[in-house]
């Protein structure tokens, strides 16, 4: 790819030729290449000089004509397509292959759309922490979106060299990464202190790689000289794009920028860091200017972020629904933790420190009666939290819970995590199990595991004869099959945010007289016409049970925008104030003789608290856990299969006694039955076992050990530095 027609182009004071022909005049000397001759060349195409407008209708029609050849989703990607022909009309507008102008803009569309999307569309939520585990084991994306940019990334090397491809795709799949980090991110409190992450953080977010080799790198030619420059560009691109998302990201109030965060982490005084970085700025001001004129910012927070709603608006302020003056609000499942959370990460600096404060500062004297929170992540509820949070002293409104382990958790679900739902289950506010069930729509566990985590929960509470709350989405046959096998026909169940078939809604109802169907704020969306389609199909018949639920802090109802003053585009999460948005909705759609008050009544009689059950340990569930236990131990014994073995080549080779904490890596010589090669009869797994036994001795799951010792394997093989990885 040749990076400009131009022959001759003056920099510096002094004419110079362009990077092009400059190579060809070297006659093949590659090492006569000088990296500031790469950078004056590139410094050169974002010149303000002769600078071509960012409008490019050519190259808009043809962009639009290949994504809907392509069958791309033009009503979610139209915008960002268009941002995508803009940095390409623009910053590389001397390309002059059509299909890598295409390619480039196509790229920048996705990775816009993710920065935009993630993690405000529930859809996409799920699917872009899965995102590189299906690329790399090229597996098909259940997210048409999120598959498109699969498919689009590996054609990246049809378009460039092998190495420069290599940056492209890593910088792509690090940003992907990043977005994950952010939201996870966002439950926790913001902690930015260390100079040193922030900048790491930077460099992954703002994929400076993939649009610094879009502009330099040719598909062939030497690679190690054309490296060198990358630092430098790098750190260019990424300084104009810090400069402007302070100033579009502060002006909106947010300050998950990195100036901002380099001057938490750097001095206490916030303005002499902004007056030091502004006068840094100026050094740069003709480039920065460049940017600044086409609305263009490469990598990370490239997009307008919308403003955030007043403090007060989404709090104390909040508006009461009418129906609320006769009709009390319980909000069926909610997730606590998540929305406040969430409302620290959007109001950093909002009154409401602690979970109790927020709840009672937003609910109190709005109508709130009961919320019933849901513990379902065993990487959360095994802290204790949930303990903390039922003991706890709430303020004018009744706080009740559930536990269980999601579908998206059934591969967690292990003794210990059983042990601690039993345990929940015995408080006096659990007034149930849950949420539990299967989900085939993304499968972050696999579906035989969620099959038989399902299975184990249902038994423990029919058991116990407590209520069980079921998630179950795109797994209809399963979930009536399982069901129907454990659970006794009058056993109190809730399908929690119901999306699926009316059909299999209506068959649930008829089987089990005291199951409940939960809406949530979601039957309000187009893209969901299956909930709708149930409430008007029950409204017809004698089984007219409704949960009213919020699933906080997703889903907030559409409706609930119309009595917002001022109006707002979108709010940053939901809560229990919404629900009577969701009942005036589901009365609409119910029909002739309902109203707000009607629904809010009817799914208040379908919360009748069950009376507290005696959750002692049993002799059956004794023995089920002495038996789970053998299970654990004869893997064990099966991991100690080739001990000699191992422990026979560490003496051989190093001379050193061997530690009796080696015997739980010996299955490592399993290695040949799993199609490896010989040379794991080398010494390559005993490198495997020196790394994981004494560096990573504190992991209790013995197959993450064993793949930790084969990657250290396969690295020594190829040679690869390693630190990463570790």
Not at 34 to 50: G, Q
Not at 155 to 172: K, L, P, Q
Not at 487 to 503: E, L, M, N, Y
Not at 577 to 598: K, N, S, Y
Request: proline share 4%.
């Amino acid at each position: 790819m040749k990076v400009s027609s131009r022959t001759k182009c003056a920099i510096n004071g002094r004419e110079t030729q362009s990077w092009a022909s400059y190579f060809g005049s070297l006659g093949g000397h590659l090492l006569a290449f000088d990296v500031s001759d790469i950078l004056r060349d590139f410094l050169h195409h974002f010149d303000t000089t002769d600078m071509p407008s960012v409008s490019d209708t050519t190259l808009q029609d043809l962009c639009f004509s290949e994504a809907g050849r392509r069958g791309y989703s033009i009503d979610v990607l139209s915008p960002r397509l268009v941002f995508g022909v803009h940095i390409v009309a623009s910053a590389y507008h001397f390309v002059e292959n059509n299909n890598t102008k295409v390619f480039i803009a196509f790229v920048t569309m996705f990775l816009a759309y993710l920065d935009d999307a993630y993690p405000d569309e529930p859809d996409i939520l799920i699917g872009v922490a899965k995102f590189t585990e299906l690329f790399g084991s090229s597996e098909h994306h259940p997210n048409k979106v999120l598959n498109d940019f699969s498919d689009l990334l590996n054609e990246t090397y049809s378009h460039f060299g092998e190495v420069a491809a290599d940056f492209i795709v890593h910088a792509c799949l690090t940003f992907v990464t990043t977005r994950v980090l952010e939201v996870q991110g966002s439950t926790e409190e913001p902690v930015h202190k260390d100079e040193e992450y922030v900048l790491y953080l930077r460099g992954m977010s703002g994929i400076p790689e993939a649009f610094a080799i879009f502009i330099i790198f040719p598909r062939k030619l030497p690679y190690h000289v054309y490296v060198q420059a990358l630092p430098f560009i790098r750190q260019h691109i990424n300084f104009t794009n810090d400069v402007l998302s302070f100033y579009k990201e502060e002006y909106a109030g947010e300050t998950g920028n990195l100036i901002s965060l380099l001057a938490e982490a750097r001095v206490s005084d916030g303005n002499f860091h902004f007056r030091s970085m502004l006068r840094l700025a100026s050094c740069h001001r003709v480039h920065l200017r460049f940017f600044a004129t086409t609305s263009i910012a490469m990598g990370k927070n490239n997009k307008k972020k919308s403003s955030r709603p007043p403090h007060d608006l989404m709090t104390s302020a909040f508006p009461q629904h009418a129906s609320t003056s006769k009709s009390t609000i319980i909000d069926t499942h909610t997730h606590l933790l998540s929305t406040f959370a969430l409302y620290r990460s959007k109001y950093p600096e909002g009154k409401y420190e602690t979970a109790f404060d927020f709840v009672e500062g937003v609910y109190a004297g709005k109508g709130v009666e009961t919320i019933v929170d849901v513990w379902c992540e065993p990487e959360v509820f095994m802290r204790g939290t949930w303990k903390e949070l039922a003991d706890g002293k709430w303020e004018g409104i009744q706080y009740r819970f559930v536990i269980g382990v999601h579908p998206h958790e059934a591969k967690s679900y292990t003794p210990a995590v059983e042990s601690e739902i039993l345990t929940a289950l015995s408080h006096q506010s659990c007034v149930g199990l849950g949420e539990i069930g299967l989900d085939y729509h993304y499968t972050l566990s696999p579906p035989d595991v969620q099959q038989r985590v399902f299975a184990q929960q249902l038994r423990i509470a029919v058991d116990r004869g407590i209520p069980i709350t079921v998630h179950t989405r795109e797994a209809e046959e399963d979930t009536e099959r399982i069901m129907k096998e454990i659970v006794p026909k009058d056993h109190r169940v809730h399908i929690h945010c119901f999306t699926d078939t009316a059909s299999f809604g209506l068959r649930l109802l008829e089987y089990f007289p005291n199951l409940h169907i939960g809406v949530t704020g979601v039957v309000c969306y187009a893209t969901n016409l299956n909930t709708a389609e149930l409430l008007k199909q029950m409204s017809a018949t004698d089984n007219k049970r409704i949960l009213l639920e919020t699933d906080a802090p997703y889903m907030v109802p559409a409706n609930v925008y119309d009595a917002l003053e001022p109006k707002q585009s979108r709010l940053p999460f939901s809560h229990s104030l919404m629900i009577p948005w969701t009942a005036e909705f589901v009365a609409g759609v119910m029909g002739e003789g309902w109203d707000t008050e009607r629904v809010l009544d009817l799914a208040r009689e379908g919360v009748k608290r069950p009376s507290h059950v005696d959750l002692s340990m049993t002799l059956a569930s004794t023995s089920l856990k002495r038996k789970r236990w053998l299970e654990v131990l004869d893997g064990y014994r099966f991991c100690c299969w080739t001990t000699s073995y191992i422990l026979s080549q560490l003496e051989r080779n190093t001379g050193h006694e061997c530690h009796s904490f080696l015997i739980l890596e010996g299955r490592l010589e399993e290695a040949p039955s799993r199609g490896c090669s010989s040379n794991w009869f080398n010494l390559s797994p005993v490198l495997g076992v020196l790394i994981v036994a004494p560096s990573y001795r504190f992991l209790e799951n013995t197959d993450v050990k064993v793949h930790i010792a084969v990657v250290v394997v396969y690295l020594d093989e190829i040679d690869v530095p390693t630190n990463q990885a570790y």
